[in-house]
């Protein structure tokens, strides 16, 4: 048990990494154009979302070959492809070369968010994943809340360019943490080692695993292996609703947190440093989002799995996601407007805390549910899933200034509330009623 808490924290600490680099140039983006002759909202953004945009590409190679080299070395490598060019970006001479080296620097950060939930997969059972999942689920969406803070200290008092070297000291601590202490958890991998070891000991070349296949080479493997996400993708409805409503409160966090510093600087004449404090509230939602869900989600589907004779179903994971489906419009409705009538400072922050909170127990419920329906594939359902938040991740922050200097952040948020509203409440009661039945259509789905 302590082995499988191990890995999680370890998964969880490489998944971190990336989503503070990702988001700790947001209080920075001011600097970063006077230096490089930015002038155009658009682009400015672009320096920070393209970094986001590389989220939609990595996991759809990357959790594939999680499924056939293994788990570890695939996270270790690309954490390292990330630390050189994320490195690369702190000595950057001009925009382009920015948004070249934030690009490749989130092709090797993607590899935590596209295996992780293969790790917790491995790893635990169904009724144990709920916890699991929540400390996984923490790292990249408080990692976006973490970095401003850092950032905006960090640009007021040095320059943008340390952003990139603080980040860049903290994944070599992670990357040796994982070297030392992370070890392989895919089955198909071990019982692989394993008959390689016996074969060499008892010389009989006959021994197989069940996961063996006479028509198996590398080059078959991988081409079933990376086409995997885009079958699941094109084929299973229940990834594809998923990944719609999880691109959409991705997109949504990433407009907040592209947007957040320009409320405080502009509307409450806060100093970079001091407004990036406001970010503290993003994070108290995730953590409070978090805390309250994990217990919540095992315990109930513990109770639900009891009254269904012991038989457990993915579909216990979707009563939480009522309750969040709501918080996320109510906490977009009461930051909007309070934002716009400028009243206390504390009343916009209460608004982004209760958003989170939506936000990181619809993320949990989502990611648990995939990864309950799809247990040996939840490396690629995740990927899947993955590419279409990345996506939005990417072009959310894109539009939001245009979107708030016509509609202000009152009817803009609201705008967002109402559709989030139409895409998250449905989306339970459809998998509620329908999961199971198009499951068992499914030969990727368990059972």
């Avoid at 690009?103 to 635990?124: E, H, K, Q, R, Y």
């Avoid at 990417?394 to 509330?417: E, R, T, V």
């Amino acid at each position: 048990m302590k082995r499988k808490w191990a890995a999680t924290l370890i998964v969880s600490c490489f998944t971190l990494v990336s989503p503070i680099s990702s988001s700790m140039i947001a209080p920075a983006l001011t600097s970063i154009s006077a230096e490089f002759g930015i002038t155009n909202q658009v682009e400015a953004q672009l320096t920070l979302s393209i970094f986001v945009l590389a989220y939609a590409i990595g996991p759809l190679f990357l959790g594939p070959l999680s499924e056939v080299y293994g788990r570890v070395i695939v996270l270790q490598l690309s954490n390292l492809f990330y630390l050189a060019w994320n490195l690369g970006c702190g000595f950057a001479q001009n925009s382009g070369q920015l948004m070249a080296f934030r690009f490749f620097s989130g092709l090797g950060g993607s590899a935590p968010l596209a295996i992780g939930g293969g790790v917790l997969s491995d790893t635990f059972f169904p009724e144990q994943r709920g916890r699991a999942i929540s400390i996984y689920s923490l790292a990249p969406l408080l990692g976006p809340a973490i970095g401003p803070i850092a950032g905006g200290f960090i640009s007021q008092n040095t320059t943008w360019r340390w952003c990139f070297y603080a980040t860049t000291i903290f994944t070599a601590l992670v990357q040796c943490l994982g070297f030392f202490f992370l070890q392989e958890t895919y089955a198909p991998k071990l019982l692989e080692w394993k008959r390689d070891e016996l074969r060499k000991e008892t010389g009989n070349m006959e021994l197989h695993t069940e996961f063996d296949s006479p028509d198996r080479t590398l080059l078959t493997t991988l081409k079933v292996a990376m086409k995997r996400p885009f079958k699941l993708l094109g084929t299973q409805p229940i990834v594809q609703i998923l990944a719609c409503y999880m691109a959409y409160l991705y997109g949504l966090m990433y407009l907040m947190l592209s947007t957040f510093p320009m409320l405080w600087s502009d509307r409450y004449g806060q100093s970079v440093g001091v407004g990036s404090l406001n970010f503290i509230s993003m994070g108290l939602g995730f953590f409070l989002g978090t805390q309250i869900t994990a217990p919540l989600n095992d315990a109930l589907y513990r109770r639900l799995k009891k009254k269904n004779n012991g038989v457990g179903k993915p579909e216990f994971r979707v009563p939480i996601m009522v309750p969040a489906s709501l918080l996320v419009p109510i906490g977009l409705f009461w930051y909007g407007w309070s934002a716009q009538a400028e009243i206390h400072w504390i009343m916009p922050n209460i608004g982004a805390c209760i958003f989170c909170a939506g936000v990181i127990i619809g993320f949990q419920c989502i990611q648990t549910y995939l990864v309950d329906s799809y247990t040996r594939y939840a490396a690629s359902a995740i990927a899947a899933a993955t590419v279409l938040r990345s996506l939005a991740g990417f072009g959310f922050p894109l539009f939001a200034p245009a979107m708030y200097n016509a509609l202000d952040f009152g009817w803009g948020n609201s705008l967002l509330g109402f559709v989030a509203l139409g895409l998250g409440v449905p989306a339970p009661f459809m998998l509620w009623k329908f999961g199971e039945k198009l499951r068992g259509k499914s030969k990727f789905a368990a059972g």
